[in-house]
């Protein structure tokens, strides 16, 4: 697979203009990483800088390639140009910025190229980059259909069409607006790959309509929904990392659609303890508590498996090992952090996928 990365004005500054909000790191270093990226994904990768907007249309324009990252910088909230030419191909463009430009300056927030292209990534630092490459490989690997199950432009899903197990899967990200599905990308490719059905599902988050009670109410009518998408299943498992932890958990047994059993990956089941942690994503688990959500997420009966890492940086292993205590669930721990556990190729995932597809149970 060739991809190519563009990175347009002002990115060759990277680690001097604004170093607080675009880090310190230069276009040098960035490359570097793109390369490591490109390696591990199996990926062949150019990558390129340019000031100019007319360069940006001709590199869009080559017929040799099979995927492009483009951070447009600026010309992202003036170029129609630039969306036109996009639109005028067939290569899948993934947007990428390093800041979060919908919690900038309002015209900031404006993308006239977003429509055009495949998905945007936002507000993920450098990392975002090999999110946009990891996304064009994941896209390429399995068909998949994009359903809606909701009014919102987020209550949409992916379905990736395999067997007769069923997975719906619940991205994490702490609520914030930054983090999509994209991130439960790879363990969707590798199920469907091991004849899994999956449903990728996007919710409303933080600053873009979500919270208490709208995101979960989410992601309860996309499981209410499984039954018009006409897919046959025997099981369904329901997956859930991080905060799509605690979302799963509780749509799990207030759902119309029958759910079988629960894998929970480093779920944030107490919100009180995270938002006292000051940990990321701290600042927002106490806004979901000031919303009204419950303090505390049960398993309500469902049959779970809770599978957490001993190095979680990000949510500590204590939620998943009190959940486990006190209502006598299944802990698998790995010897890994959070975002790890999003690796199919981790210690964890082959159990998690045997689990899935009823060779074990919980």
């Known amino acids: 697979m060739k991809l190519l990365v563009i990175n347009g004005p002002n990115l060759n500054l990277l680690g001097k203009r604004e170093p607080e909000i ?3 790191e230069t276009l040098e270093d960035l490359e570097e990483r793109l390369e490591r990226w490109a390696t591990s994904l199996d990926i062949e990768l150019e990558a390129t800088q340019t000031n100019h907007e007319g360069v940006i249309i001709d590199h869009i324009q080559r017929s040799d390639l099979d995927g492009i990252v483009l951070n447009a910088g600026g010309y992202t909230h003036t170029s129609r140009a630039i969306a036109d030419a996009i639109a005028a191909v067939s290569t899948p463009v993934v947007e990428v910025h390093i800041s979060n430009i919908r919690d900038r300056e309002p015209w900031r927030a404006i993308s006239v190229i977003a429509d055009v292209c495949v998905s945007s990534i936002y507000g993920r630092g450098l990392t975002g980059y090999r999110d946009a490459m990891r996304h064009l490989v994941n896209r390429a690997a399995v068909p998949f259909e994009t359903v809606r199950y909701g009014p919102d432009v987020d209550n ?4 990736r069409v395999g067997g007769d197990a069923l997975a719906v899967l619940v991205h994490g990200g702490f609520w914030r607006d930054e983090w999509t599905r994209d991130t439960m990308e790879s363990l969707a490719v590798d199920l469907a790959q091991h004849d899994v059905t999956s449903v990728n599902v996007e919710y409303r988050r ?3 309509g979500g919270g208490w009670p709208a995101t979960p109410d989410d992601v309860l009518s996309a499981l209410d929904h ?3 998408l006409d897919l046959s299943h025997q099981r369904l498992t329901l997956i859930g990392h991080s ?5 799963a958990m509780w749509a799990s047994w207030r759902s119309s ?3 079988n059993q629960v894998v929970a990956m480093s779920p944030v089941v107490d919100l009180e303890r995270h938002a006292r942690s000051r940990m990321f994503g701290a600042a927002e688990a106490q806004a979901l508590i000031d919303q009204g959500a419950p303090n505390r997420i049960s398993a309500g009966g469902v049959p779970t498996l809770l599978v957490h890492g001993e190095d979680d940086r990000a949510v500590p292993i204590g939620h998943s090992a009190d959940l486990a205590r006190s209502e006598g669930l299944e802990l698998l721990t790995t010897s890994s952090g959070h975002f790890e556990l999003l690796d199919p190729q981790e210690e964890h995932w ?3 996928r045997a689990l899935i597809l009823g060779e074990t149970s919980t």
Do not use: F, M
Request: aromatic content about 4%.
């Open 257 to 259: 659609t029958p759910v």
């Open 350 to 352: 082959p159990k998690v």
């Open 156 to 159: 949409v899903a992916d379905v």
């Open 206 to 208: 933080l600053g873009q």
């Open 226 to 228: 499984i039954p018009n």
């Open 22 to 24: 675009y880090g310190s």
């Open 243 to 247: 905060a799509g932890g605690q979302l």
